[in-house]
């Protein structure tokens, strides 16, 4: 019951998650983000995803900062510290569970890229990530959107490419 409860949440997060991304102002989809990281936090939790829930926590207070325009080198550095020492601290599934911290981390440090087609690798790398580790604690609708999102980022860089050939 538990499974299906955080599938169920992780299923209305990743929703939300979707509006976000059709959201034109960046503090709306800051806000929209910050509702679904939360829920997904609730998600591992009842799938037993520790390490996930806490690197999620702590996205939740990398968004707010970022909200706030107060995500500088400084938060940066300590959000980076914190996120290490406790994924060290909690991880319970091996390897697999170091995998959204490898995400997390990547973002952080790679979100403000310029270049669209290196932003959209950043996001499949990250999402490939959380995928593997939502299939192991068997998140999978959160695993599914993952998988569409890399799906269309794929394509998007596919027609990118055409179109800078042409």
């Not at 959209?120 to 068997?138: H, P, Q």
């Amino acid at each position: 019951m538990q499974i299906i409860l955080g599938n169920i949440i992780a299923f209305v997060a990743s929703l939300i998650q979707i509006y976000a991304g059709y959201q034109k102002e960046k503090g709306k989809i800051l806000i929209y983000n910050t509702i679904q990281t939360l829920m997904s936090v609730f998600s591992n939790i009842l799938n037993n995803g520790i390490s996930g829930a806490i690197i999620n926590g702590i996205n939740v207070i990398r968004n707010i900062l970022c909200f706030k325009e107060k995500l500088n080198l400084t938060w940066r550095i300590i959000i980076t510290i914190i996120t290490i020492i406790l994924s060290i601290t909690f991880n319970r599934n091996g390897f697999i569970g170091f995998l959204p911290l490898i995400a997390s981390i990547s973002y952080i440090w790679c979100m403000n890229v310029k270049d669209v087609i290196k932003f959209k690798i950043l996001v499949i790398f990250s999402n490939l990530l959380w995928l593997i580790y939502e299939v192991y604690i068997n998140l999978y609708t959160s695993a599914l959107f993952d998988f569409l999102s890399i799906s269309t980022n794929i394509y998007a860089i596919i027609q990118i490419n055409r179109k800078n050939k042409v």
